[in-house]
């Protein structure tokens, strides 16, 4: 075997150029995809964090209806006490779940006694809500430069940035909110700006929180009630097995009505950003099939010009009594050890890139969010799959005229000119 | 019996519509350790005769015996397998393979078709390398080899597996007349060395001289033994 692979390789040097130009092509291809998965992984990667982490948690469960009629933020659709104490006992005893969180979503209006506008307001119960967003105070600024040990006390608002500057409101000013309750009655309370945040990807720029008991007060719940229960998982690459076997353990509860009573939502479902970041997806995979596109043509070009050159050569092979076998294993070698260089070298200019590209520290903005720093990775698992690609590709490109150089006769191959 | 019999054999090409009759009805038998040529002008069936022989083809019509086994009723596999264990050739152009040295391209049958050990090898490979008189050239690539050179490495290939019969195609053809008569001299006293047959063609005279037996073709058919 080692002996077909030095002979191989002997093949290969013995046309230098077009050896490299194909190599260097497959490097080219495979540095594309490595660069690329690389950094649209991490953006991605980092999009998604910033969403799940800092805002809207990784799963939702809602009353059934809410999220078709989310927009209104209707506060008809709320998760009652006894309804809320049955998916807390399910949510604590079911081991893939780290922490959940309540919250009512509410919109406003805000005042600063002189101007008056609309704003959205997540209720929170700070302690629960850090367990499963644990950024949410990343893009929160507050009056000194640590950030509290409670993020919110009852009687304290965090306002948008935007709404901030326009009603010139700053941290520790008052600030009244005038709410309508499921019933259509006007309540309205008093509070103090303790921070201020910036946007992150609500409607507008103008969302804020509060705390969830004052929402309760102010939206004149007589129980306690929730709009949803925001979820974290322990393990995030189990998302979707989670999620089935959340749907699963909902589906139980049914309303008075026979049907189900709750349902659940990836973060996918919930934020628009899915759609980019399945666009990602499939231009992460087309990147590939560009790749191996190339791989493809490159090495049955070559390795049909190597067949066709060799006419001779083959025939003496096959005359002095070499296996069909045995000459059909020796251009596979030559294929795939022309893929396993160009991986190799594919594989060490893109990690170096990779190297580089976080050296020099990328900066993007994305939306409102700014200075947003891309750290490039590339998992070895992916460097395993396209590389594997790349050697799969090379052998099957290189089957074709391998087979034809094995089934030539000695007679004709010998006469060949 | 004779190490080759040939009974009756025929081989007619197709080319289009046209029949080029190659081989006609020839039939004759040559002896174990001897050193035979065919000779005769071009198209007179001389390279047909040793395809049929080498089982590089197959004959229209006839039987071919080497060896004691009828050779023209194997299939692609067991020729390719004969070929390797009971056969050597060597070309007239040498046919050498451009990226191994002398000393592996006498190998490579040992490596790619008898997988010898390493150790028998490289023993095996040292004496017939000795015996053309091209040891010390062993590490030369064969751009690196007169022609003379590179035909002494074609014999050392041959031979290196033990065949029983060695087939050469005008093995001297691309050779000056003195490496031509040498080639020749080695081909016969490797004979007398391994035992081993030797069947050539040629149209050189001076080389004719040097064989044992002159099998002359005409026309396809066998017109004369001397």
Not at chain 1, 5 to 23: D, E, G, Q, V
Not at chain 2, 149 to 158: D, E, S, T
Request: aromatic share 6%; charged share 20%; net charge positive.
């Amino acid at each position: 075997m080692i002996r077909i692979f030095k002979i191989a390789l002997r093949n290969l040097m013995r046309y230098k150029r077009r050896t490299l130009l194909t190599s260097l092509l497959i490097t080219l291809g495979l540095l594309m995809v490595i660069l690329f998965s690389g950094l649209a992984g991490s953006f991605r990667e980092m999009m998604i964090g910033q969403i799940t982490d800092s805002n809207l948690a990784q799963m939702q469960i809602h009353k059934k209806g809410y999220v078709s009629s989310m927009d209104t933020s209707p506060l008809n659709l709320t998760i009652n006490q006894k309804g809320y104490k049955t998916l807390e006992k399910m949510l604590t005893e079911n081991p893939d779940v780290e922490a959940y969180a309540p919250r009512i979503k509410l919109g406003a209006m805000l005042s600063n006694f002189t101007e008056t506008t609309n704003v959205r307001l997540n209720a929170i119960d700070p302690d629960k809500e850090i367990k499963v967003c644990p950024d949410v105070s990343e893009r929160m600024k507050f009056s000194g430069s640590e950030v509290p040990d409670i993020l919110l006390r009852p009687g304290e608002i965090i306002i948008p940035e935007k709404l901030a500057a326009g009603l010139k409101i700053k941290i520790g000013g008052s600030v009244v909110l005038v709410a309508n309750n499921k019933d259509g009655s006007v309540n309205g309370l008093n509070f103090t700006v303790v921070g201020i945040i910036e946007s992150i990807l609500g409607p507008q720029g103008k969302e804020g929180y509060m705390h969830i008991k004052d929402a309760q007060s102010l939206l004149r719940m007589e129980k306690p009630e929730v709009i949803e229960i925001a979820l974290r998982i322990k393990k995030f690459d189990k998302l979707g097995d989670v999620y089935t076997d959340l749907v699963s353990a909902l589906a139980e509860f049914k309303n008075k009505k026979g049907k189900p009573g709750f349902e659940i939502h990836t973060w996918e479902k919930l934020s628009p950003f899915s759609n980019i970041a399945k666009m990602i997806d499939i231009m992460t995979v087309s990147m590939k099939i560009i790749m191996i596109a190339i791989v493809l043509i490159s090495i049955l070009n070559v390795m049909m010009m190597s067949v066709y050159e060799r006419v001779r050569e083959i025939g003496t092979m096959s005359a002095i009594g070499t296996a069909p076998g045995r000459i059909m294993g020796l251009f596979l070698a030559e294929g795939l050890s022309l893929g396993l260089i160009s991986t190799l070298a594919g594989n060490i200019i893109g990690i170096l890139g990779i190297y580089i590209l976080n050296i020099y520290k990328i900066r993007y903005s994305f939306g409102r969010m700014d200075n947003l720093l891309l750290s490039p990775t590339i998992s070895f698992s992916e460097l395993v799959w396209v590389s594997a690609t790349v050697l799969l590709v090379s052998i099957f490109a290189t089957l074709q005229p391998a087979y034809k150089a094995s089934r030539m006769e000695p007679v004709d191959a010998l006469g060949h000119v | 019996m004779a190490l080759v019999q040939i009974d009756n054999v025929s081989k007619i090409y197709q080319t289009g519509e046209m029949q080029v009759k190659a081989l006609q009805d020839v039939t004759l038998s040559i002896d174990e350790a001897s050193f035979v040529t065919f000779v005769g002008p071009s198209g007179s069936g001389k390279t047909t005769m040793l395809n049929l022989i080498g089982c590089l083809d197959k004959p229209t019509k006839g039987k071919v015996f080497v060896d004691k086994k009828q050779v023209d009723a194997f299939d692609r596999r067991q020729r390719a397998a004969f070929r390797g264990s009971a056969l050597g050739f060597i070309f007239q152009a040498f046919n050498l393979f451009p990226v191994l040295t002398t000393y592996e391209n006498v190998e490579y049958p040992l490596v790619m078709i008898k997988n010898e050990s390493a150790s028998e090898r490289n023993g095996m490979v040292s004496k017939v390398l000795e015996s053309v008189g091209m040891l010390n050239q062993k590490d030369k690539f064969p751009d690196q080899l007169s022609g003379g050179q590179k035909q002494r490495v074609a014999v050392a290939r041959a031979l290196v597996t033990q065949p029983k019969l060695v087939l050469a195609d005008e093995p001297t053809a691309n050779l000056d007349k003195k490496s031509a008569v040498n080639v020749i001299r080695l081909m016969r006293s490797m004979r007398d060395e391994f035992r081993t047959t030797f069947i050539f063609s040629t149209h050189d005279p001076g080389v004719m001289e040097e064989a044992e037996v002159v099998h002359t073709l005409e026309d396809g058919r066998l017109v004369r033994k001397k």
